[in-house]
């Protein structure tokens, strides 16, 4: 199967197989030899593998919208390891579309070394800052949590426009997608 076929939002892992450093930095070589916009690379990494800070991150973070009644995985569910890009002020004011791209590519390297990730941009970006004792030039913009998914993610057709993800009893997750049929315009 291709890497962006299994490339899906996990957000259960098994916690206890760890992610080398070695493995964090190919990922993010991965996103470092993407497209840049006007080839700025205003973006730079902080990585993590160490269970403190691991446990230190975990908490600022939002995981799923559309699941009400669920905070996170749990003990042992975890994510190994984290990456989270910061935008560098002083390269440029903005950084465009290359947190997504970057994101994207770190994503498909984890999932061609049998890791799975997923990007979250809700999170508490002062205490993320405090936490990694950030200066003023670098802003959290997303965090990438990454381990070895331990959930089975169903793609499925939208049905009656729902676009909303959901779990089963036995914990499946599900994600609606549009069909191709929807996505791809047609002059008439």
């Known amino acids: 199967m291709i890497p962006f076929a299994k490339n899906r939002s996990y957000r259960r892992f098994y916690q206890e197989v760890e992610i080398s450093e070695a493995e964090l930095i190919k990922m993010v070589d991965a996103a470092r030899l993407s497209p840049s916009s006007r080839n700025a690379q205003p973006i730079k990494f902080f990585i993590s593998n160490d269970r403190n800070m691991n446990g230190s991150i975990f908490p600022n973070l939002a995981w799923a919208g559309y699941l009400k009644d669920w905070n996170g995985p749990e003990e042992g569910e975890r994510p190994s390891a984290y990456i989270i890009l910061l935008h560098d002020k002083n390269i440029s004011s903005t950084y465009s579309c290359d947190n997504g791209i970057f994101a994207q590519s770190i994503l498909l390297q984890a999932v061609d070394m049998g890791f799975g990730?997923?990007?979250?941009?809700?999170?508490?970006?002062e205490a993320i800052t405090e936490l990694l004792k950030l200066p003023e030039n670098l802003e959290p913009i997303m965090v990438i949590a990454l381990g070895k998914p331990k959930e089975i993610v169903i793609v499925d057709d939208i049905k009656d426009g729902d676009i909303k993800y959901w779990r089963e009893e036995n914990r499946n997750h599900h994600v609606p997608k549009r069909t191709l049929d929807e996505l791809i315009y047609k002059i008439k």
């Open 117 to 125: 990730g997923c990007m979250i941009a809700s999170f508490k970006k």
